[in-house]
């Protein structure tokens, strides 16, 4: 089912979170999420994918951004919210956002009234949207554009906190997504009992919670008015 899929990208998100994702990331969500779905699920997922998996499909979300056409999309990557705010009563976005996106692709890979290539398209997208929103600064704040603005040197080169954690911590360990798939925490039953019951907003808290120890450990090391931690 398509709460299935959430439910076993969330678990794969538990193990891969201490390591971050970037395209790396993404893929290593993927290949560990289809190691836990039921063989039904499998099966649904490998028709509406032609056989691909949900590593090969869980960037696509990021390719098609230079297509105008897909433009409509580009908010549903991520969420801002303030520290001390919750999702529930701050100003959304008309645009949607993340967890709009959620709620869209299991509605519409639940609806019977759609088709195959919708489906496909709305899944490839699930995969993808799982994967961000556990990605904590993609739960940061409209400030500074989710860490982007905020400058930093990563092993002496410039770059910025969101771009250190979507990419460069994962890509520091220099070993591919089917080698960090093997290489993570296995999970406790208690830990898979908790994912379980989880829910999408419970995923959001859990990512601002850690995006807000990032903006203090950051601004901890900041050297100002530049914004940069050295």
Not at 26 to 46: C, D, F, M, P, W
Not at 60 to 84: L, M
Not at 85 to 114: F, H, P, Q, R, W
Request: glycine share 6%; with cysteine.
């Amino acid at each position: 089912t398509a709460y299935e899929i959430g439910v076993r990208l969330v678990g794969s998100e538990m193990c891969i979170r201490d390591r971050i994702w970037g395209a790396t990331g993404h893929r290593v969500v993927g290949q560990i999420a289809e190691n836990y779905l039921t063989e039904k699920a499998k099966k649904s997922i490998k028709n509406l994918l032609n056989g691909k998996s949900l590593a090969s499909v869980s960037t696509f979300a990021d390719d098609i951004k230079s297509d105008p056409k897909y433009k409509k999309f580009n908010p549903w990557h991520y969420v801002n919210i303030k520290s001390g705010e919750n999702y529930d009563t701050k100003n959304k976005n008309k645009n949607g956002d993340v967890i709009v996106a959620i709620y869209k692709c299991i509605e519409i890979l639940s609806d019977k009234n759609y088709n195959k290539k919708d489906k496909s398209f709305y899944l490839k997208l699930l995969v993808h949207f799982i994967g961000d929103v556990h990605q904590p600064l993609h739960v940061g704040r409209k400030e500074d554009r989710g860490g982007n603005d905020i400058k930093v040197r990563w092993f002496g080169v410039q770059t910025n906190l969101h771009r250190v954690w979507d990419s460069q911590i994962i890509n520091s360990h220099q070993m591919s997504y089917t080698e960090l798939s093997k290489d993570l925490p296995i999970l406790r039953e208690t830990e898979i009992d908790r994912i379980k019951k989880s829910n999408i907003l419970d995923w959001v808290t859990e990512s601002q919670n850690i995006a807000d120890s990032i903006y203090t450990v950051s601004y901890t090391h900041l050297t100002l008015p530049t914004k940069r931690i050295v």
